[in-house]
C-alpha cells in the first residue's frame, strides 16, 4: 500500500504562488512593453485630462498631446453640451451684475476651468442641407428647439414641417416677409448699385432680414445674444447667413469706427437714448459717414413710448443726423458725411479725445463720446469706390501703415495664387455646394475672403486683438468680420463653419513680439473642432516644425489629416495641413 506523501499539500500552495507571480510578471510585460496596456494607461490620462481641479495636471497632459504621447482621441463631453459656448453660459453667467445687461456679455472661464473634451453632435444629427436650399429650410433634428416655431411662427420666424424647419423670411415687424419690408426701405435709400455694401443687422431672430438683402449685394452681419430665443444665431449660421452671437451692453462691439454702411434694428429693443445716449453712441462710431440708421418697431411712434421716441429723435438731432422718413413705425436717418456735428444737447455728449483710438474694440467700455468722422473724407459713402470695386482697390485706410498700399495689393496677389493652389492642387472643396460658412481665423487685410468672391460662401475675418489692427480695411473692401482673441472660445455655436483657414497659427497662442505662449495650441485646436461642422474641413498653414505639431494634435481631435508643400509660388518652407473633421456620434 502506498504511503502518502506528507508534502502534496505544501507542493500545490507552492505551485499556486509560483503561478501566480509569473502570471504577474507577464502582466507587467504585457502592459509596459506591448499596446495591450494603452487603454488602461489612456483611461487614467483622461480623467486627468478631463480634470479641472489640478492646473498643474491638466498643463501636464496638454503637453503629452503635443508631443504625441497621448494617441488615444479625446473623449467626448457629456451629451447635454451639445450647444456649449463656452463664454456664453447661462448658468455661469447668471450671478453676474444686471447693470445694462453685463451679466449677457462674453464672460470667459480660464482654460484651467475648461475640461478638455469634445463637443458632440446631437442625437440624429445630420450633415446640413446644401446652401442655397438651406436658406429656407435646415434639419429640425440638427437643432430639435422648438420655442422659436412655437412662439413666433405666427409672425413668419420659423415653423416646424415634417423633418425640418422651415423659414418662410418673416420677422416680428414684417411678419408677411422681409422681401416687401425691403422694398419699402428701398424707396429712400439706395439698395441697389453697389453704394451700400456692409450691414449690421441688431437683434436680428433668425436672420431672415440679412438673408435676404444677400440677394442685393448687400453683406450683413447678424447678431443677438444667448437668450429666451433659444439658438436664434445657430438656426442663422445653420441656414448660411453671416451671424455672430454678441450682446450690446457695457462693452464697444468687436468691430472697429465706421464699418457698416447700414446699420437695422427691427424690433431689437436696445435703449439707444438710456444711459446719455451711450448706445447710439456706439451705433454712430459703428457707422461710416453718410450711411444709414434704420430703426423699426419700438419706441418710433409706439403707443405708451413717447418719451423714450422723443429722447430718441433728440440725440439723432444732437449728432446732426439727417431724418430721412417717418413712416409708421420704422424711422431712417442718414448719418452726416462732412466733419464731426454735434449741437448742444442734454446728454453731455462731447468729442472723444484724440488719444482715443475708435479702432480698438476688444474689451474696451463704452464711451460717452463721439469719435471724429474720417481723414480727409476718405470713409464716407460716395466717396469709397462702390461695390464690388471697393474688394480690390486699396482704401484710404491702408495709407495710414508703413507700405500700406504695397502690403495691400502684395496680399491679394498672393491669396489669389494661393487660394487656386488649395482648389486645383489639393481638392479643398471650395466654390462647391458642400463649404458654404468659411472663417478665416488670421485675416490680416481679407485677402483670403477676397479671393473667394466669386465662390457661393460667405467669409467671418477675424482679426487677432493683439495683432496690428486691420479690420477697418477688411470692412472698407466690402467685407466682414469681427475682432477677436484666441487664448478664448468664440462667440458661435457648435458646428456652425464648413471650412476654417488659418496661416501661421502657433502666432495666435503668443503675446506679440515674444515666444512665449500664452495659451496652449492643443485648446486653440479643440475650439476649432468645435466650431467645425461633422465632415468640415480644416487648412491650417504654418512651419513645419508647427504643422508636425498640429497633426498630433488633430490625431486625438479624429482628424483625417494630409500635410503638403505650399504652392511653388511661395518660396517659404512653411506646410498646408489640410484636415477632415470625422463624423461621429456618441
Known sequence: MAQPNRNARQWKFLDIFTAMFFSLVLLFFLLVFTPFGDPLAYSGRQALLLSTSDPKQRHRFVSLV???EHRQPIDPCPPDSVDHMPCEDPKRNSQLSRYMNFYRERHCPLPDEMPLCLIPPPLDYKIPI??????????????????????????????????????????????????????????????????????????????????SLLAEGILTLSFAPRDSHKAQIQFALERGIPAFVLMFGTRRLPFPAFAFDFIHCSRCLIPFAAYNATYFIEVDRLLRPGGFLVISGPPVQWPKKEREWEELQAVARALCYELIIVEGNTVIWKKPDRDPCLKPNEFRIGLCDESDDPNVAWYVNLKRCVTPSFINGGYAIGKIPGWPERLLRAPSRALIMNNGIDLFQADTRRWATRVAYYKNTLKVKLGTPAIRNVMDMNAFFGGFAAALETDPVWVMNVVPARKPLTLDIIYDRGLIGVYHDWCEPFSTYPRTYDLIHVASIDSLTRLPGSRNSSCSLVDLMAEIDRMLRPEGTAVIQDSPEVIKKVARIAHVLRWVTTINNKEPESHGRGKILVATKTFWHL
Open 130 to 211: 446644401q446652401w442655397p436650399e438651406s436658406l429656407h429650410k435646415v434639419w429640425h433634428s440638427n437643432m430639435p428647439h422648438n420655442k422659436i416655431a412655437t412662439r413666433k411662427g405666427h409672425q413668419g420666424w420659423m415653423k416646424e414641417e415634417g423633418p425640418y424647419f422651415i423659414f418662410p423670411g418673416g420677422g416680428t415687424m414684417f411678419p408677411d416677409g422681409a422681401l416687401p419690408y425691403i422694398d419699402k426701405l428701398r424707396r429712400f435709400m439706395p439698395i441697389k448699385g453697389g453704394i451700400i455694401r456692409t450691414a449690421l443687422d441688431m437683434g436680428c431672430g433668425v436672420a431672415s432680414f440679412g438673408g
Open 66 to 68: 503635443e508631443l504625441g
